[in-house]
């Protein structure tokens, strides 16, 4: 299934990585670049090594391949076991350094774009290597780059994004986190509004984001139901039609049923636990 949360989790804080490695975020990024200080890196790459020799799944990001300390995270991410499920790599112009990080690691690599430059080579970024599996932006530092307010000023960005992602056959980008983390009605809109841009899925950095997003990326109740109607009432033989609602039904929109009715069938467990998490029984 796709994941619709990804909770980052500061590298030097071995107490909290076992809590969100068991926990209800769809995915867990140990983060060894932002949240840890310069003073930390050595000890959140050993945490993060010991995590992933426990056996448990997660992904890392780690610093800009082209630093020092980028350098120390490649060599000792090449070493670490198969727990690795992928790398977050941040700071992404170079297509070069990409195929880079792919062919020593040799696992899902995700670009994150935080420059003009790197936005302008969004396409190029998407298709650098065969383990490139989807991009996403940073959009604090993108905006300070571009010197903008974020929000509005982002539009474009977003949508060179979304449509670099889809061009390159790679799921809908992830959206960059909310920083507000007591705005829950916030989130809310936002990730909504994402939802509707053409993302899917958000890194959120503190678990009470988690519900909220995974509502929002759930399909309502009557999206789903149109899906599977017209699945189930979908004629092989015809490329195009009309359905009983009036509505022209070609390959575009069954595509489209056949995604949503994926993310409900695959979400549907994970949304029960969800509702016990918004109730406090978990937080």
Known sequence: MTPRSWLYVPGDRADRIGKALAGPADAVILDLEDAVSAADKDIARRNVLAAL???HP???????????????????????PGALAGVRVPKSEDPGELRRVADT??????????????????????TAHP??????????????????????????????????ARAA??????????????????????????????????SVIHPAQIPVVHEVCAPDPAETSWARELIEG????????????????????????????????????????DENIQEGHLL
């Open 53 to 55: 020799a426990a056996g």
């Open 58 to 80: 997660a992904y890392v990001r780690m610093n800009a391949p082209d630093s020092a300390v980028g350098q120390a995270d490649l060599r000792a991410l090449a070493d670490a």
């Open 105 to 126: 690691l040799g696992v899902p690599v995700y670009p994150v774009l935080e420059s003009a430059l790197g936005v302008e080579r969004a396409l190029d970024l998407a």
């Open 131 to 164: 383990m490139v599996a989807g991009i996403s932006l940073g959009e604090a530092d993108l905006a300070a780059d571009l010197r903008v307010a974020g929000g509005e000023a982002l539009s474009w960005p977003r949508s060179r994004i979304v449509v670099a």
């Open 169 to 202: 056959g790679l799921p809908s980008p992830v959206q960059s986190v909310w920083t507000a983390v007591r705005d829950l009605d916030g989130l809310r809109a936002s990730t909504a509004a994402g939802r509707r841009a053409g993302f899917f899925g958000r």
């Open 234 to 273: 979908l004629a092989a033989s015809r490329a195009a039609f009309v359905d009983r609602n009036g509505q022209f039904v070609d390959a575009a929109i069954v595509a489209r049923a056949r995604w949503v009715l994926e993310i409900a069938d695959a979400t549907e467990p994970q949304d029960r636990h």
